[in-house]
C-alpha cells in the first residue's frame, strides 16, 4: 500500500508540473501582450499614428510573442483629435492545448483604452 501512494503521489506532481508547462505560458503571453496594447495605446493617443499603423504595431508585437491572432481580429478605433482623443484597442484570440484527453480552448481579451488629459 505504501508503495502505491508513493507512485500516487510522484504522478499528480508530474501531471501538476506538465499541466503547468502547457497552461501558464499561454496566460503569461497574454499578460505581456496585454501590457504592449497598453502601452502603444497610452503613447498613440498623442501621435499622429494612424489606426492601420496601430494596428501593424501591435500585430508585430504578437508575432513577436507567437499570439495566434490574425491582423483583422485587432480592432483600433481613434476618437477625437489626433493629440486629444481617445484610443481603443481590442484583440480577443483562442488558444487551443492539446491536453491528453481534454482539449481546451483558452479564449483571450486583450483589451484597453486610453483618454487624453486635454
Same mark, same amino acid.
Given at each position: 500500500m505504501a508503495s502505491f501512494k508513493l507512485f500516487f503521489g510522484i504522478f499528480v506532481i508530474a501531471a501538476s508540473i506538465y499541466l503547468g508547462a502547457k497552461i501558464v505560458p499561454p496566460y503569461f503571453e497574454n499578460y505581456q501582450f496585454q501590457d504592449a496594447i497598453k502601452n502603444e495605446a497610452t503613447v498613440d493617443t498623442y501621435t499622429p499614428k494612424t489606426e @492601420? @499603423? #496601430?494596428?501593424?504595431? +501591435?500585430?508585430?508585437?504578437? !508575432?513577436?510573442?507567437? #499570439?495566434? +491572432?490574425?491582423?483583422?481580429? #485587432?480592432?483600433?478605433?481613434? !476618437?477625437? $483629435? !489626433?493629440?486629444?482623443? *481617445? *484610443? $481603443?484597442i481590442r484583440a480577443n484570440y483562442v488558444v487551443h492545448l492539446d491536453l491528453p484527453g481534454y482539449p481546451v480552448d483558452l479564449n483571450f481579451d486583450a483589451s484597453t483604452e486610453n483618454k487624453s488629459v486635454f
Open positions: @492601420d @499603423d #496601430i494596428r501593424k504595431a +501591435i500585430y508585430r508585437k504578437a !508575432q513577436e510573442l507567437e #499570439i495566434p +491572432i490574425h491582423e483583422e481580429g #485587432i480592432k483600433v478605433q481613434r !476618437q477625437g $483629435s !489626433q493629440f486629444a482623443g *481617445v *484610443v $481603443s
